[in-house]
């Protein structure tokens, strides 16, 4: 009995298992397709309700390749000669050293070498015999220690800084676009490999990844009037306000709370001591409502500064008059508040219902989570319109530790003018924040503790070094002297990634139907146990692909119909060894035994070379090369399992319901073997 529940198990805890890692890839089309049959406004509360579940089910779900869903496939590469070029000290370049940049860019254009290799090498050639060194037309911050080996040090630092600013930025945009699942990867020492699912509109992805990144240094901005008009916005999504109405209603609800605060807070309390609209609804239910009817302020949560801590609490409009006039708030969201807020925020007749002098931004990454809030939440701020100063005064910054704390830190520096401005701006706010923000998002929101005067700057606050790495490179992305260009790009459309669904799917039915055939012509009723193995091994395939996060392409489907003729190939090793014992004239059951135990060898002898050459692929290769070598890995994997395993657990399974039990391999067996 033990024996037939160990077989059991066997068999349906691999089937069990990829039907889980397979179920979110379902979900998630069946909820896309739902959503897709919904208009605007009825897709806006779908989300509230969904849109967090739908996310979690995309992210685990079996993610499609450009080739199978159409898109934009885009090779950057990054300017470093340009950067070379800009980092010498201007006052100190000649026709020399234009010569050696110029060569250094011919040479680039036609190699994959290290640009910094190209430009010591052509600078040793063309520079040096003229009595010229990196000293003479590079500077240090520290002239104490200048030497062509520290200027060489700080050359590779700028180049490796400026591909991670450059991938920092370029996610941030392509994220921002709405580009789903896209594939950002470095390309050996310059390049940038995009590949963007679903894009149509080239040209302005194009400009897009090209443009300049936009670094800004803004103030908080406070007040109760902006959430005045959070609520009207509320009102007015609800549809119990028009827009015009709403800014009215804004302006006049100012000037009562101003005015008779507490005649406003009393009629408040009134009119909430006659009614209670949530009287007797579950918490469920309270939610529901409550999001139904505040469709605005039910996707995010505020806090009040109140003496030196924030404290939580309701925007309402009995709450609002109690607050001060220039109270200063923090508000954060979820990870799908803040998609839903971002698209509510886009629409100019939302716009026009803020203050004219504040906007709305959001943290580019998400805060620490508590215990109240364990998931993933965002920082959500209301700044000033103007920036108080843009990131072309920084030159330089620094991820580093406080000596006395020994926290992460971030030391700026910024350029003689910045240095001006800087120490004004931040004499004249003194305890207030100022956002530090990059193309449209918050990295960072320090406090002004005190004038700084210098250009030289200390960031604090940062949870550990990742994020003070990271603000470094969004610093120093004010400041990019290596801009990207684009030097390939293809676009697949999405009929050719339809037409390669449909190729792909047939191929795969056409080559699964023809090894069915063979196997039951040939193999009889064995031949109907390997295909029920080959079956599993697809699903055990694709499954580990989904719950590793794998991306399957054409390449993929490839490897995956690679993996049936191997599963097949070890099905009939094993077989045709059972058969060849039957010849002998031992018994059935000996002759599987036999079968299984010396058809291993080989099978695991050619299953791992099979490996080892796809690892090699894997590791060597490229987009569609990795793609056929992951799949073509996995399914190693599971055939051994299948093959093996499983067939024998199911042989077994068949032979022992009965002495009489017999299983035919497409050999005509003795009526007495057994």
Do not use: C
Not at 319 to 339: H, Q, Y
Not at 586 to 614: K, M, N, Q, Y
């Amino acid at each position: 009995m033990k024996g037939k529940v160990g077989k059991l198990l066997t068999i349906i805890v691999p089937v069990v298992l990829a039907v889980f890692l397979l179920y979110p890839t379902w979900r998630s089309y069946q909820m896309a397709a739902e959503r897709a049959t919904l208009d605007s406004a009825a897709q806006v509360q779908w989300d509230q309700v969904n849109g967090e579940d739908f996310r979690k089910e995309k992210l685990r779900a079996l993610k499609l390749g450009l080739d199978l869903r159409g898109g934009m496939y885009v090779t950057l590469e990054v300017d470093v000669v340009r950067l070379l070029e800009e980092a010498a000290d201007r006052a100190a370049v000649d026709e020399t050293f234009e010569r050696v940049i110029e060569e250094t860019r011919r040479q680039a254009e036609h190699s994959d070498e290290d640009v910094l290799d190209i430009f010591l090498r052509t600078f040793d050639r063309i520079a040096r015999p003229q009595g010229k060194s990196l000293v003479t037309y590079y500077e240090l911050v520290d002239v104490r220690d200048i030497s062509e080996e520290r200027i060489i040090e700080r050359l590779k630092r700028d180049i490796s800084e400026a591909i991670d600013q450059a991938l920092e930025v370029i996610r941030q945009r392509i994220d921002k676009f709405g580009v789903t699942e896209p594939t950002i990867q470095k390309q050996g020492t310059r390049r940038i490999l995009l590949e963007l699912p679903g894009v149509q509109d080239e040209r302005e992805m194009r400009q897009l990844l090209q443009t300049t990144a936009r670094l800004e240094f803004k103030l908080l901005r406070h007040g109760t009037d902006i959430l005045h008009a959070f609520l009207n916005i509320d009102r007015y999504l609800a549809g119990k306000t028009s827009s015009d109405s709403a800014r009215v209603a804004d302006t006049t609800a100012a000037k009562a709370s101003s005015a008779t605060p507490d005649t406003a807070v009393a009629k408040k309390t009134d009119t909430a001591a006659k009614s209670d609209p949530y009287a007797g609804l579950s918490d469920e239910e309270k939610v529901a409502k409550f999001r139904r009817e505040h469709p605005f302020i039910s996707l995010f949560a505020g806090q009040v500064l109140i003496g030196e801590r924030y404290q939580p609490f309701d925007i309402a409009e009995e709450v609002i008059p109690k607050l001060p006039s220039d109270a200063e708030f923090t508000f954060v969201t979820t990870e799908d508040g803040k998609r839903q807020l971002q698209s509510l925020l886009a629409r100019p007749d939302i716009r026009r219902m803020l203050p004219a002098d504040a906007e709305i931004a959001f943290g580019a990454k998400p805060e620490r989570g508590t215990e109240n809030t364990p998931n993933r939440t965002y920082g959500m701020y209301v700044l000033k319109r103007d920036p108080e100063l843009t990131g072309d005064v920084v030159t330089d910054a620094y991820a580093t530790f406080d000596q006395m704390s020994n926290r992460p830190m971030v030391l700026m520096y910024m350029n003689s003018e910045g240095s001006e401005r800087w120490a004004k701006i931040t004499g004249a706010n003194i305890g207030k924040r100022i956002a530090i923000v990059l193309d449209g998002e918050v990295y960072s929101a320090p406090v002004v503790r005190s004038k700084i005067t210098g250009g030289s700057s200390q960031i604090e606050g940062m949870a550990n070094v990742e994020e003070a790495k990271l603000l470094q490179i969004v610093l120093k992305a004010g400041a990019l002297k290596a801009p990207v260009k684009i030097i390939e790009e293809r676009v697949v459309g999405p009929s050719l990634g339809e037409d390669s669904i449909r190729s792909g799917i047939s191929a795969s039915l056409i080559a699964f139907a023809l090894v069915v055939l063979f196997m039951v012509t040939y193999y009889s009723l064995g031949g109907m146990v390997a295909v029920i193995a080959m079956l599993i091994n697809v699903m055990l395939n694709l499954g580990i692909l989904a719950g590793f996060g794998g991306t399957l392409s054409l390449p993929g489907i490839a490897g995956i119909i690679l993996t049936l003729a191997i599963a097949v190939d070890a099905n009939i090793i094993i077989f045709e060894r059972i058969r060849e014992e039957l010849h002998r004239g031992r018994s059935l059951r000996a002759s599987i035994d036999e079968g299984f135990r010396h058809a291993l060898p080989p099978i695991i002898d050619s299953h791992v070379t099979t490996f080892l050459t796809g690892l090699i692929l894997f590791v060597l290769g490229y987009g569609p090369i990795q793609g056929f070598a992951t799949t073509l890995m996995i399914g190693i994997l599971t055939t051994l399992f299948t093959s093996i395993l499983v067939s024998r657990a199911i042989i077994d399974l068949w032979l022992s319901r009965s002495p009489q039990a017999r299983i035919s391999f497409g050999e005509v067996l003795p009526a007495t073997q057994s």
